[in-house]
Nanobody, 117 residues
Framework: QAQLVESGGGLVQSGGSLRLSCAAS????????MGWYRQPPGKQRELVAV???????NYADSVKGRFTIFRDNTKTMVYLQMNSLKPEDTAVYYC???????????WGQGTQVSVSS
């Protein structure tokens, strides 16, 4: 059974840093593109960053230069390093695993990130 579990969220002041972690189990991790999405209060879920099976990355314009996504296939983990946080980064952050080959898509339960001004 596929499971994604996020951790590392919390409350931080503007300009601070957080590292989110996502532990994946029940999937062949190396064949999944992994991503982080977020849903700000009252808004739709949006892509933050994605890392492909080959290690290519893509970021939302709003986080480029501040956030870094990376993965460890040996530990079946994906991370999101968030620096220079802003109040507008406040959201529930979700981990996502997607396999085009298998046509499978999984979500974690989310972790709250709150940035105070």
């Amino acid at each position: 059974q596929a499971q994604l579990v996020e951790s590392g969220g919390g409350l931080v002041q503007s300009g601070g840093s957080l590292r989110l972690s996502c532990a994946a189990s029940g999937i062949t991790f190396s064949i999944y593109d992994m991503g982080w999405y977020r849903q700000p209060p009252g808004k739709q879920r949006e892509l933050v960053a994605v890392i492909t099976t080959g290690g290519s990355t893509n970021y939302a314009d709003s986080v480029k230069g501040r956030f870094t996504i990376f993965r460890d296939n040996t530990k079946t983990m994906v991370y999101l390093q968030m620096n220079s946080l802003k109040p507008e980064d406040t959201a529930v952050y979700y981990c996502n695993a997607h396999s085009y080959t298998l046509g499978r898509n999984y979500w974690g339960q989310g972790t709250q990130v709150s940035v105070s001004s």
